[in-house]
């Protein structure tokens, strides 16, 4: 934890200013301590370098976290490789709009203080942190943060902190920019979570976010009967399942068949078209994500990533439009793809 943080971070019971009692710390990095509030003296552990706010110990809460905090421990290595971290960025760009690198890097020069709500295991930090004007301040509930502080920790403007985006310690109207990319929809309830995180957005403000969206009706039936299922499974159940959706995603893959759909099927949610029947299958029936590029550990990584969490709520884009305008949030970019909603507004 780099100690120019302190002058941000408040209690988030009730926002009073924090007192660090250090342990173990360098000349400018605390490695292990404690933050107390100053008012209702409620007492955060700083360990391993990161300031640890997580309160919330329901069961649901923890389920969901585990599940995060499992996959990352088997599968950070591969997702900090090079080619997914480069396949992610050419992915969020064109889901959010942005032509090229340069315009976004260009966004983010007029941004102070940003939020990357959700981080995981570094690698959005690492890309909002491209204007060393700006200081980015990457939470995660999970253990991950613990992969994404060794791997970006010496990051001057970056700060790794492990907390709940639903009990967040800043001040509000704090950020000019946040960022929460594949993350609201794990939380308890995707809607409110989201209007808590607008609470801590400037004036003038920018927030993007993307949920997923709501797949074909007998997918949709499906993902919830296996769901009801694995979401009570142990995580070493849940790998198993995960390495056979891969397996049969894998398959599916290799066939490189296509399928041509000559008119629309509204009652299956289908469209005309061409499809790979992989993907075919994938978006209308089953979850059973295969890698393009081979790699057999990232695909079951990705399955585990959808099987197991506690929540994974799909949304439909009326009812996200309507969360950005009963905030008097202005749209400034939307898009839908098959897999989710990517939205970027202003607040007024």
Same mark, same amino acid.
């Given at each position: *934890?780099?100690?120019?943080? $302190?002058?941000?971070? /408040?209690?988030?019971?009730?926002? =009073? ?23 209702? &003296? ?23 976290? *585990? ?42 020069? %007029?941004?102070?203080?940003? !939020? ?10 690492? *890309? ?41 310690? +800043?001040?509000? =109207? +704090? ?25 801590? !957005? ?30 009570? *499974? ?17 398959? $599916? ?14 009652? $299956?949610?289908?469209? %005309? ?6 993907? +075919? ?13 081979? &790699?057999?550990?990232?695909? /079951?990584?990705? &399955? ?45």
């Amino acid at each position: *934890m780099k100690i120019s943080i $302190l002058e941000y971070l /408040v209690c988030p019971s009730c926002r =009073s200013k924090l007192k660090l009692k250090s342990k173990s710390k360098s000349k400018n990095e605390i490695y292990e301590g404690n933050l107390i509030c100053t008012k209702c &003296n409620d007492k955060f552990k700083i360990s391993k370098g990161i300031p640890r706010f997580v309160v919330d110990i329901t069961k649901d809460f923890v389920r969901t976290e *585990m599940a995060f905090s499992e996959k990352w421990k088997t599968h950070h290595t591969n997702h900090h490789a090079k080619d997914w971290i480069e396949w992610q960025k050419k992915w969020f760009l064109d889901r959010f709009d942005w032509k090229s690198i340069k315009p976004f890097n260009t966004f983010l020069k %007029s941004k102070e203080f940003i !939020l990357d709500a959700g981080t995981g295991i570094g690698n959005s930090a690492k *890309m909002l942190s491209v204007n060393n004007s700006s200081t980015v301040f990457a939470l995660d509930a999970s253990d991950s943060i613990d992969f994404a502080y060794k791997k970006y920790g010496k990051s001057k403007n970056i700060h790794f902190i492990q907390a709940d985006i639903r009990q967040l310690p +800043f001040k509000k =109207s +704090f950020f000019d920019y946040i960022f929460s990319d594949q993350v609201l929809h794990h939380t308890k309830n995707t809607a409110t979570s989201f209007k808590y995180l607008t609470k801590f !957005l400037q004036k003038k403000g920018h927030i993007s976010i993307y949920v997923y969206n709501k797949k074909a009706p007998v997918r949709e039936y499906v993902d919830d009967y296996i769901r009801q299922r694995t979401i009570k *499974m142990s995580v070493a159940e849940c790998t198993e399942f995960s390495k056979d959706m891969a397996h049969l995603g894998k398959a $599916l893959s290799k066939l490189k068949k296509k399928i041509t759909i000559s008119k629309d099927i509204p009652l $299956l949610g289908v469209k %005309s078209g061409t499809y790979d029947v992989q993907r +075919f299958i994938y978006w209308h029936f089953l979850k059973c994500f295969w890698d393009e590029s081979d &790699n057999f550990d990232r695909s /079951v990584g990705v &399955n585990f990533d959808w099987y197991y969490p506690k929540f994974a709520y799909r949304h439909t884009p009326s009812e996200v439009k309507k969360w950005y305008r009963d905030l008097k949030i202005k749209i400034i970019t939307f898009k839908e793809i098959e897999s989710g909603i990517s939205v970027t507004g202003q607040k007024k």
